[in-house]
Structures are given as C-alpha cells and as structure tokens.
C-alpha cells in the first residue's frame, strides 16, 4: 500500500541551519496496517508523513502509494489517496463555514466539481446519520459555524470528515495532542473505531508509549530521520512500556535518556 524507497530529505541545505530530516529511511506498509510512530522530538516523525502527503518533494528515493508513483505528485493530487488528521483542530476545517458545508466539501473530496447546490437534501440526511455515531448531538447543529465548536467537536467532526469517502491512507499526526485527557480519550475510542469498520491503512504520531503499545497492529520508532525499531505481531503483543523505553535507551544510547521524558 505505502512503498518508501531510501528517502533522503534535507532542510535548509548548505546553510548554518542545515538538517537532514530523513535518512535513507525505506519503509513498506501493507493495506490494512494501523502503525503507530514514536521518536523524540525532531526524530522525523511529522517530516515522514509530509513525505508521504506531499508536503515537500524528497531530494532522493522514491513514494509510491496503492501501486501510483507519487515521488512528484503534487500535495493536492495526493489528496485523493490520503486523508489527514492534524494536531491543531483549526486545521482540519474551516471556521466559517457551517458544519454541513464542511462535511459537503469533504464527500466530494478526490472528485470533479462544478456548478451545483452545495448541499443537497440527500447530502443532509447522510450527514445527520454520520453525526449520529459520535454522538456529540452534532446531528441537530448542521448550520452551525464549525468555529462554535470545542476542540474536540471539532477534531470528531474532522476525524468523520477524513473518512466520509474512504481514503487509501489514513495519516494521523498527533490528532489529540491540543486536547484534554477525557476528550483525547473519546477521540481515540473513536479513532479506533473507524480504522477498524473501514479496514484503513494508517499511520499515527504519537509521543505516548502506552498509545503506541495499545493501538495498531506495528510500531516503528524513528530518529535522526531513520527507523531504528520496527516490531509487529507477537513482538508488539507483548510490549510493555518498560520494555520499549529499555529499547529506547539501547537503540539511541545514555546520552538521549533525558528525551525519553518526552514519550511518557
């Protein structure tokens, strides 16, 4: 499903800024697979999945998606394999716009548009039983600004958005950072939930070990823009958060112990 192809990417390069965000990093995702990602801070977690949506070209290797070289496919034609939940709520709708105008633009997502009623009478309805299953009541405010919603009204509404037409790839970057404990908690439920129903490819950020541990079929951690521990199966299974921090320390070294704070 997702095929990375010894990436190297560099920022700033020939500068005093100068960093080499990913590595010689190959990675292979099968269809179907939920794979959470770890790593410190600046170990090249969000870069990679800018690789894959398109947010930058790499200055080597190569992306393929669903079969498709994308290497040079422009971030907006990528748009129809690839769905995207960001950390900040702001970013995965627009404020001004009513809900059931957001949800319209998200169902025509990967289509041609032209000229005709925004939102149908059809459309509604779809969207009243999609709202339903989160149960927030969001099926009753349909011309609400979504900018009156909380955070995690809003990071649900997104995460339905996402997956209203089912995506190639289900990419997730930190998407309940920005939000308190119980809301994170629903979102994740929900999260979860949805991956399951949709047998979605997904790749999701995370700095919480338990996360990490408890969600997905596979973990891989990244740092300095290569991937240092891959585990699956009966390997992830029987991880425990001791034990993937004793990873940690054996893959990066004593010098790094004071980043492991940062995946608690």
């Known amino acids: 499903m997702i095929r990375l192809e010894r990436i190297i990417k560099y920022f700033h390069r020939g500068s005093v800024n100068e960093v080499f965000a990913l590595n010689d990093l190959s990675l292979r995702v099968a ?23 398109g947010g930058f070209f790499p200055d080597s290797g190569s ?3 669903a079969g498709e070289d994308v290497t040079r496919w422009p ?10 939940v960001f950390q900040d709520p702001l970013l995965g709708t627009c404020p001004s716009a009513t809900i059931e105008q957001n949800m319209a633009l998200a169902i025509r997502r990967g289509r041609t548009r032209g000229l005709a009623r925004g939102v149908k009478p059809a459309d ?11 149960g927030l009541g969001l099926e009753h405010r349909l011309l609400d600004k979504v900018g009156l919603l909380s955070g995690g009204q809003r990071q649900a509404l997104t995460m339905l958005m996402a997956t209203m037409v089912r995506p190639e ?3 997730l970057d930190e998407h309940i950072a920005a939000l308190d404990p119980k809301t994170a908690s629903q979102i994740l439920q929900l999260t979860r939930d949805i991956i399951a129903q949709q047998g979605l ?16 079929n596979r973990l891989i951690m ?13 390997a992830k299974q029987d991880l425990t958060v001791s034990d993937l921090l004793a990873q940690f320390y054996r893959s990066q070294g004593e010098e790094l112990a ?7």
């Open 63 to 65: 992306i393929a998606i």
């Open 75 to 84: 971030e907006y034609r990528r748009a129809s394999l690839i769905a995207r």
């Open 222 to 234: 990244l740092h300095q823009g290569r991937i240092i521990l891959d585990l699956s199966g009966k």
């Open 169 to 171: 790839v289900l990419l």
């Open 258 to 264: 004071l980043d492991s704070l940062l995946l608690g």
């Open 124 to 134: 509604r309805a779809l969207f009243r039983r999609q709202l339903e299953q989160l």
């Open 201 to 216: 490819t997904t790749l999701m950020i995370t700095h919480n070990m338990k996360h990490a541990i408890a969600f997905g």
């Open 31 to 53: 269809e179907g697979e939920f794979v959470t990602v770890i790593g410190s801070n600046g170990a090249g977690k969000s870069t990679l999945l800018n690789c894959i949506a």
